[in-house]
């Protein structure tokens, strides 16, 4: 005769959360289907048959006999155990006498087995150990700006592998992606300048994109090693050859196409420059701020890595400290703003997410040019009227 595992101990107090309605059957051999809609599940079992329970011949379902206990005593027993909600008292025998009898509530199948299984595996006679109630834990406490930087920054550092690996795949196969044409999305993107004639930053001496006398946007140079990162770090010597002229853009879509209004930063200047790449074949790459991001980050250039400072100030040139606008936008490129000091990567990782800096590389065909007026108002000049100031300045 077969000895079944709640046929060796004592079960009881072991509650069980559960959400909701659940149909249960407690065996193949029981025949019998419980509708639990309960809390709380207590089970308890023994050797002996219950005396309110009859064995029937053959192994057939034995039937309770009418004595059950009066209903005030259910009820004390109930309050007693503090059980809250709808109870609802089953029996139900087991082949060689054993039976189980309990108040069952919110139960799970996994939790008989695994209640069967630890009895069976320990092979003692005693209460196996308590399962201790799941409880969800949610913090209410927000995560600090050091650890949003610093999530950001290994997801980043996933991403950045993942895509040089997938390069690298490409050029195995004879890819050809490197060489493929970008699509130029289609994002209103606009520059301040208060000398936008001027080829030569006046009181810096800095070199800078101008509108020329034909009335195009051109860049300072037209290097062909000039990279992203060495344009945003922005050192005098290089700004001088870069081929790229920064604009400030909304983020695109999956379908190039802008996803909120014109950027305007009126503190860089009174004058407005609008352009359109997807509007202006013959302008050059355009690179957004998952490129210049992504250029940044893996930068080998000289230097980078070393504490910013500022350049422009006699030596010794005093750190480069971040505005609080600058702070709030570091946990964004995973840098974190509660450190004291920052390097050049760093730096310029903060002010090209600050500006939402595009890149526009070679010559700009195709632009608007608003005039800034004394009162704050901007006046939009034709094609013919750009040319005109164009020439007063060459």
Not at 30 to 44: A, D, F, H, P, V
Not at 239 to 254: C, I, Q, R
Request: net charge positive; aromatic share 6%; with cysteine.
């Amino acid at each position: 005769m077969r000895i079944w595992p709640w046929q060796r101990t004592r079960w009881s107090d072991h509650v069980i959360p559960w959400r909701g309605p659940l149909r249960l059957c407690l065996s193949r051999d029981c025949g019998r289907e419980l509708s639990i809609k309960c809390i709380s599940w207590r089970l308890t079992s023994s050797r002996k048959a219950h005396p309110r329970m009859t064995e029937a011949s053959n192994g057939a379902q034995l039937r309770p006999r009418p004595n059950r206990p009066p209903p005030t005593q259910l009820r004390a027993q109930m309050k007693d155990n503090s059980y809250k909600g709808m109870k609802e008292r089953t029996s139900c025998f087991r082949p060689g006498g054993g039976y189980i009898m309990g108040t069952i509530t919110r139960v799970t199948t996994t939790l008989l087995k695994q209640g069967a299984r630890g009895v069976s595996h320990s092979g003692s006679h005693g209460a196996p150990t308590r399962m201790p109630r799941q409880v969800a834990h949610h913090s209410t406490k927000a995560p600090s700006p050091s650890q949003i930087a610093s999530e950001t920054r290994a997801r980043n550092n996933s991403l950045d592998l993942m895509s040089d690996i997938m390069d690298a795949m490409d050029r195995r196969d004879g890819g050809n992606n490197s060489a493929t044409p970008r699509i130029k999305p289609d994002v209103p993107l606009s520059r301040r300048e208060n000398f936008a004639f001027d080829a030569i930053q006046p009181g810096y001496g800095t070199s800078k994109s101008a509108i020329d006398k034909h009335g195009k946007l051109q860049p300072a140079g037209d290097s062909v090693t000039t990279s992203a990162s060495d344009h945003v770090d922005g050192e005098k010597s290089i700004k001088a050859k870069t081929p790229y002229t920064s604009f400030s853009g909304p983020p695109v879509g999956v379908d190039g196409t802008a996803t909120g209004p014109l950027v305007d930063n009126p503190l860089y200047g009174k004058d407005r420059i609008v352009t359109n790449p997807a509007k202006d074949p013959k302008s050059g790459v355009v690179l957004d701020q998952f490129d210049i991001q992504r250029d940044l980050r893996t930068s080998t250039r000289p230097g980078f890595d070393e504490t910013a400072v500022l350049r422009s100030e006699p030596r010794p040139q005093p750190l480069w400290q971040p505005t609080p606008e600058e702070r709030a936008v570091m946990p964004q490129v995973g840098v974190d703003p509660e450190k004291p000091s920052f390097t050049f990567r760093e730096r310029a990782m903060v002010n090209s997410a600050r500006d939402k800096e595009y890149l526009v590389k070679g010559t700009i065909h195709e632009f608007d040019f608003f005039q800034g007026q004394p009162d704050g108002s901007l006046k939009p000049l034709s094609k013919q009227e750009v040319i005109d100031e164009a020439r007063k300045k060459s």
